[in-house]
């Protein structure tokens, strides 16, 4: 089975954010081996769970900008209405929707990626609400909360400790894959049993700045923090199979209870995929072929959320 931190799903059935990415829009529940995901793969290879993070941003003008909390809320409202589509597909908000998962379903975690939207608490509430469980403090760029990959050396801000505070009481789930150093030093080091890297690899390989550096992976080892190593081109150092695989055995040998997977599949250009393992049946090949132990990557991330998901009410 398969456990994938991080999907993109909400990224392809989003229009505008697909065609930011130049994706052809084709439908996900028939098989396409040209596709980095349909539900048909998933079905054939057994992915279980995903975390689906909804974008706080979109495309305009050529350039990524940010939205309010209603422009956020009105493609969350579009996102379910095309996710209920699909049958096999169930969103887990509280341990009743964990329970009751058929055998045949995928369970959906959602999340979201940058909260720039974010100008009160009662703004984190709606988005509890809403079934919010995973938050990604920023997408890369600095807002109110946090430092973003573009400011290594900024923390979280004041208001970000208050947002952080309120996450923590509701056991909701941190995501630092985008954050600077700083913050991810300060919550991993404060708040590690809530804290995920969703779809990272590592700077020992390749010095991209969404990898994790040594400084990082020692507080990864002391605490089990979950590192769900991606596929995403640019944090490799190969763009095949084999690139991903030095960052997995390294962490096995290093930590083997932190691994995890996050494909990051959706939320990158199809065209700049790696040949060999760019989509779910590509991807099943190759972890059969060099031994990959895909039952470990997936209880590490079951375990984890297991342990969150049993506390949370709707």
């Known amino acids: 089975m398969f456990f994938d931190l991080h999907l993109d799903l909400e990224v392809y059935l989003n229009e505008n954010l697909r065609k930011f990415l130049k994706f052809e829009k084709r439908k996900l529940n028939r098989l396409n081996e040209n596709l980095p995901f349909d539900f048909k793969q998933a079905e054939r290879v057994g992915l279980k769970f995903a975390v689906v993070q909804l974008q706080s941003l979109k495309f305009e003008n ?21 996710i209920k589509k699909f049958k096999k597909v169930k969103i887990i908000k509280s341990k009743d929707d964990f329970y009751s ?8 975690i959602l999340g979201v990626e940058g909260m720039y939207f974010l100008k009160s608490l009662k703004h984190l509430d709606i988005l ?3 079934g919010i469980r995973v938050f990604g403090l920023t997408w890369n760029f600095t807002n109110s909360l946090a430092g ?18 309120q996450i923590l009481k509701y056991n909701g789930i941190l995501d630092l894959a985008h954050s600077s150093e700083k913050t991810k030093i300060e919550l991993a080091e404060k708040y590690p049993e809530n804290v995920i ?16 550096s040594d400084k990082i992976l020692k507080l990864v080892k002391r605490n089990n923090i979950l590192v769900g190593l991606t596929f995403l081109p640019k944090s490799l150092d190969e ?5 991903w695989k030095k960052n997995y ?9 932190s691994l995890a997977l996050g494909t990051d599949f959706l939320g990158f250009s199809f065209q700049e995929s790696a040949p060999d393992c760019f989509n779910f049946l590509e991807l099943n090949k190759n972890f059969k ?11 590490n991330a079951y375990k984890f959320f297991y342990n969150k998901i049993s506390t949370w009410k709707t």
């Open 148 to 165: 973003g990959l573009n400011n290594p050396e900024v923390g979280v801000k004041k208001f970000g400790k208050e947002v952080i505070f």
């Open 101 to 108: 998962l058929k055998k045949s379903q995928i369970g959906i």
């Open 239 to 243: 763009n095949n199979f084999l690139g």
């Open 249 to 257: 055995d390294y962490l096995l040998k290093f930590n083997k209870k």
């Open 289 to 299: 072929k060099f031994k990959i132990k895909k039952k470990l990557l997936f209880d």
């Open 62 to 82: 050529g350039k990524l900008k940010e939205i309010k909390l209603n422009e956020f809320l009105k493609n969350y409202e579009i996102f379910l209405r095309k």
């Open 128 to 130: 509890w609400k809403n």
């Open 197 to 212: 890297f969703s779809h990272n690899n590592l700077k020992k390989f390749k010095d991209f700045p969404q990898n994790i």
